[in-house]
Structures are given as structure tokens and as C-alpha cells.
């Protein structure tokens, strides 16, 4: 099975600021990940899919990166709607797997 | 626009059975792949199954290979899941989701349904 390794665990930070969250699989998944945010209570909500590609309707502060084995979320300017935890999943193969999840809190 | 409803969930003892329903709705059932997935109480999420399009092939987590069965029922655009044998640990709420559009489509969700619980103790 892939692993998938997420840093850190949590953060804290601002509105406005620049906040950088990581992802590593255990080995070689392309581009074949996504991101998704979920908010308490609620089900998770797809940002990224295919490691970079922007899911319709989330807004352009949302970025990802990455290719092989290290990917990256980026939220250029967060917002107090972005307040939420963050999971990745590798997309490349059965078991699907998800990262264990980024908190992101109010600093 | 398109919907998932999840129903079943419940209180059940340990070695007991549920079956879980998802009906869709804005779509085909059919033309999509579709899977469960679940998160256990304050926890991660964990993929549980996943049934294609073309063929209707079937896929699960060794956690619940053996035990859980997916299914779907084209002529009511429901997405099931048979869950026996219940243990404990498969204490969670429930998620259907619907795989993005793509060729071959990516193996990840566009959109979830609300979640039903289900919860296993004695």
C-alpha cells in the first residue's frame, strides 16, 4: 500500500497569510493526487485533483505542486473561510490512500 | 445539480449486519465510478470501496475485504453498501462519493454525500 505523509499536523496562522502544506507517498504516484478541505460536520470538498489542476469553482488562492513523490497545497492569502483541515490521497493506485490531515487554525 | 443522499446507517451490535443506500441524483449512477468512503470519530479518512463503470469490478480495503460488498442498482441510481460481520473498529460515518470525470478518470471525488453514521457496540 502507499503511505501518504502529511506536514505538519497543524498551523497556525493569520488571514492573509501565505500558508504551505506537504505531501509525501511512500513511492512514485505521478501526478495522480488530490487535495481536499473539510470543515466540521461537513464531507469533504475537492480543491485539486491530478496534482495541480484546479477543481471548478474553488477560487485561485488554492494551488498544488508537485510530481513522483512530494506534492504541495499552497493557499496564497487565507481567508477565515479557509479555517479547516486539509487531506491529500494518492490517486495512482487500490488502496486508495489519504494523508493523516493538516489542521489549519486561527492564529 | 448533482446530489448524494446516504441512508442506513444506525446503532448495531458487533458481528451484525447493515446495508447502506446512497441515492443520486443530477446524474447517471451508471456512467460513473463510485465508492465509500469512511471516517471513524475524530479521525482521518479512509477509503472503503470503490465499483467502476465499465464492467461494474469491485475493490476494498483489506479492513473490510471479505466482509463489506458494493453494489449498485442502475434502475433506482443507488450506489449500496453490505456491510457484515460488523466489528468495533468499523465504527464511522459513512461517505458516498462520485468520481471525477475523466479518461480514464482520476481515481478521486468530486462530489460526497452528507455522510450517514453507523455505529457498532454492544
Known amino acids: 500500500d502507499i503511505q501518504m505523509t502529511q506536514s505538519p499536523s497543524s498551523v497556525s496562522a493569520s488571514v492573509g497569510d501565505r500558508v504551505t502544506i506537504t505531501c509525501r507517498a511512500s513511492?512514485?504516484?505521478?501526478?495522480?493526487l488530490a487535495w481536499y478541505q473539510q470543515k466540521p460536520g461537513k464531507a469533504p470538498k475537492l480543491l485539486i485533483y491530478?496534482?495541480?489542476s484546479l477543481q471548478s469553482g474553488v477560487p485561485s488562492r488554492f494551488s498544488g505542486s508537485g510530481s513522483g513523490t512530494d506534492f504541495t497545497l499552497t493557499i496564497s492569502s487565507l481567508q477565515p473561510e479557509d479555517f479547516a483541515i486539509y487531506y491529500c490521497q494518492q490517486a495512482n493506485s487500490f488502496p486508495l490512500t489519504f494523508g493523516g490531515g493538516t489542521k489549519v487554525e486561527i492564529k | 445539480e448533482v446530489q448524494l443522499l446516504e441512508s442506513g446507517g444506525g446503532l448495531v451490535q458487533p458481528g451484525g449486519s447493515l446495508r447502506l443506500s446512497c441515492v443520486a441524483s443530477?446524474?447517471?449512477?451508471?456512467?460513473?465510478?463510485m465508492s465509500w468512503v469512511r471516517q471513524a470519530p475524530e479521525k482521518g479518512l479512509e477509503w472503503v470501496s470503490t465499483?467502476?463503470?465499465?464492467?461494474?469490478?469491485?475493490s476494498y480495503a483489506d479492513s473490510v475485504k471479505g466482509r463489506f460488498t458494493i453494489s449498485r442498482d442502475s434502475s433506482k441510481n443507488t450506489l449500496y453498501l453490505q456491510m457484515n460481520s460488523l466489528r468495533p473498529e468499523d465504527t464511522a460515518v459513512y461517505y458516498c462519493?462520485?468520481?471525477?470525470?475523466?479518461?480514464?478518470?482520476?481515481?478521486?471525488?468530486?462530489?460526497w454525500g452528507q455522510g450517514t453514521l453507523v455505529t457498532v457496540s454492544s
Open positions: 443530477g446524474f447517471t449512477l451508471r456512467n460513473y465510478a
Open positions: 462519493a462520485k468520481y471525477i470525470t475523466g479518461s480514464p478518470p482520476p481515481r478521486c471525488f468530486d462530489y
Open positions: 491530478g496534482a495541480s
Open positions: 513511492q512514485g504516484i505521478s501526478s495522480w
Open positions: 465499483i467502476s463503470t465499465s464492467d461494474g469490478s469491485t
